[in-house]
């Protein structure tokens, strides 16, 4: 995704991609009190503060969102740790929210993927500029401020490509993904996925990949 905001969090036109996602809202920006917040939710399990998390967000739907989410039987799905990471931590705080948000909405909870890779954390990825790079952009723009444009500009393409290739096999679908009725099974694990609307819970977005 861009980053770029748009109306409701859907996907711009020009982003979207075939196997990409159809939008993303953050319920919160990640500073001061709510980036501690979550750190004290992932670092110590203070799972209140899990739940007065979702009882925030909750006053941020709208009433209309909520209805929608439940006539297309949305199904809330976590973003898997890693099976060290979690045992390390003793618990996923995307999990935890994930259950509490499908609770409150009154959706299907269901951990429909597993994280097979352990990946670094994306928000701690760095990317430089090479000497080649730099000097190029010295070359064909004269004006200081043209040129730290185009390095911040040069420096998010890097930086989403690292994250993409990062992340890219991270994840598969948990073998254990339950069925929701007999009307499914037909097309198998792969159909049931396929005719299933998601709504994917993590406790920070970076990229949006």
């Excluded at 209140?48 to 909750?58: P, T």
């Excluded at 003793?90 to 999990?95: P, Y």
């Excluded at 890779?117 to 200081?144: C, G, H, M, P």
């Amino acid at each position: 995704m861009c980053g770029r905001s748009s109306i409701g969090g859907i996907t711009h036109v020009r982003c979207r991609r075939p196997l990409g996602m159809d939008g993303l809202v953050a319920l919160f920006a990640y500073r001061e009190g709510i980036q501690v917040a979550v750190k004290r939710l992932k670092y110590r399990f203070v799972r209140e503060m899990g739940e007065a998390f979702v009882d925030l967000a909750r006053k941020r739907i709208d009433s209309s969102v909520v209805s929608y989410l439940q006539r297309e039987a949305f199904r809330v799905v976590p973003v898997p740790l890693f099976r060290t990471r979690e045992r390390r931590r003793g618990f996923n705080q995307a999990a935890v929210l994930g259950e509490l948000f499908a609770t409150l909405l009154g959706l299907d909870f269901v951990p429909v993927l597993v994280r097979v890779k352990n990946t670094q954390a994306l928000a701690e990825l760095r990317v430089r500029l090479s000497s080649n790079e730099e000097k190029a952009i010295a070359d064909k723009y004269l004006s200081l401020a043209q040129r730290r444009i185009a390095q911040w500009k040069l420096l998010a393409e890097k930086k989403s490509r690292l994250r993409a290739d990062e992340i890219r096999g991270a994840f598969r679908i948990n073998s254990k993904f339950p069925p929701r009725g007999p009307r499914q099974r037909s097309g198998g694990r792969a159909g049931e996925i396929r005719n299933s609307k998601f709504l994917l819970v993590d406790d920070v977005w970076t990229s949006g990949g």
